[in-house]
């Protein structure tokens, strides 16, 4: 109800976070941005306790729940299905309910600092809370569905295990936006489809049971597509799920250039 | 009491944020010192080319023109090139591996280090020559 009046003087006394026995006092350094208030993102710090097996999620949660509501941030499943809290932390593009507070902790003595901000490339709607829409609409264009012609089959469409296992390692994907928004081409310039884009295309155009590699390889040859890869691997390294995403992109490059899937 | 979303040009307005560096794979770094030493290559390239072509101007003034890079400072920038070239050369063929050879990702770290390696064994021994030849004044 006093919503106004909370953020106008953002309070960031963490006293009331309980402190279960062994937790240390860890600084949280939050990029903030209100639309309503602020023209510009800027830095907030919370000292909050935290345990070495709490993840960065827990103590998000913590600051908005007992230090300032406003904090905005996105979260579901909090176990590194849905996808949802993907965040720069400490610099790196990970999935905040997928990194421990122990591997985070600073050499001994010193003050631990965890500094998040939203994902870059995005638009930064509040907070940690970006509008994913361009991110979607990149998947959307490159038809992540089955695509068949001809009569339907009247049982299953068979696949052997070894055609199953070309494009295994791209059904991983949980479009947590990751790799897309750890990519220094999509940062400057957002028309780039982008590393989950081309993982998805990737999942469809080497499945033996899909006939539209043809229009998703066309889509994907585009001067926005497959060619402003740079192979900079900060995709793979940022990829929650594992995925070798560089490789699944440079797959789809060389089906292009050998006219081979 | 809801409060409204903000309309979509307030929120345009703070899209494309910075001022965070993204610490990204040493892929990236390699990428950005690839940039540089190509830039810098082509630099060298454009005043190699203007030099050279004095000659077809004047035989003499090419003359002139050179003996302005007998300095030490124009060797210091001698040996830059060297290992701007050097390594513009060896991450291009890590670049490429990692384009044409199937396995190519998934070494691209090593190879990385492979390259650093080899950038720093050939560019020990030349920088130790060619020091020489910039401060032991040897004879041009």
Redesign the interface.
């Known amino acids: 109800?006093t919503?106004a009046a909370d953020t106008a003087t953002t309070s960031t006394d963490a006293s009331d976070i309980p402190a279960p026995e062994g937790s240390i006092t860890v600084t949280v350094k939050i990029?903030r941005?209100n639309?309503?208030l602020d023209?510009?993102?800027h830095w907030e710090s919370y000292d909050v306790p935290a345990l070495p097996t709490d993840r960065v999620l827990n103590l998000l949660i913590n600051i908005k729940s007992y230090v300032d509501g406003t904090l905005s941030f996105r979260r579901s499943c909090a176990h590194g299905i849905c996808g949802s809290d993907a965040m720069?932390i400490?610099?790196?593009n990970r999935l905040a309910c997928k990194v421990l507070i122990k591997d985070l902790l600073a050499k001994k003595d010193k003050q631990t600092t965890i500094?998040i901000?939203?994902i870059?490339?995005?638009?930064?709607?509040k907070d940690l809370y970006v509008?994913m829409e361009p991110f979607f609409e990149a998947f959307r264009a490159v038809k992540p569905y089955l695509i068949t012609y001809g009569n339907e089959p009247t049982r299953e469409r068979i696949q052997s295990a070894a055609d199953r296992e070309r494009f295994d390692d791209t059904t991983k994907c949980i479009l947590c936006a990751c790799c897309t928004t750890?990519c220094?081409v999509y940062?400057a310039d957002?028309s780039y489809f982008g590393p989950a884009a081309i993982v998805n295309a990737h999942r469809f155009i080497f499945d033996s049971r899909d006939e539209g590699a043809e229009e998703r390889m066309d889509i994907l040859n585009d001067a926005e597509g497959v060619w402003r890869c740079?192979?900079?691997?900060?995709c793979?390294?940022a990829c929650p799920r594992g995925i070798?995403v560089?490789?699944a992109i440079?797959e789809v490059?060389?089906a292009l250039l050998f006219k081979r899937v | 009491m809801s409060i409204t979303a903000s309309p979509p040009d307030r929120i345009a307005g703070a899209s494309r944020r910075s001022g965070t560096l993204y610490i990204g794979d040493p892929g990236m770094w390699s990428w950005v010192a690839h940039r540089i030493t190509g830039v810098l290559t082509f630099f060298f390239l454009f005043v190699h080319v203007l030099d050279t072509a004095l000659v077809r101007v004047s035989p003499e003034v090419y003359d002139e023109v050179i003996n302005t890079y007998k300095t030490p400072f124009v060797g210091l920038l001698e040996v830059g090139l060297v290992g701007a070239v050097l390594y513009h050369a060896l991450n291009g063929i890590r670049v490429m591996l990692v384009d044409f050879w199937g396995k190519g990702p998934r070494y691209q770290r090593p190879m990385l280090w492979a390259i650093v390696g080899v950038w720093l064994l050939v560019m020990i021994p030349s920088a130790v020559i060619m020091f020489t030849h910039i401060f032991g004044g040897s004879p041009a």
């Not at chain 1, 870059?120 to 709607?125: E, W």
């Not at chain 1, 740079?230 to 900060?234: E, S, W």
């Open positions: 109800m919503a990029l941005f639309p309503e023209s510009e993102p720069q400490n610099g790196i500094t901000a939203p870059k490339g995005l638009p930064v709607m509008d750890s220094p940062w957002g740079r192979t900079t691997f900060n793979t390294d070798q560089t490789k440079q490059k060389r």
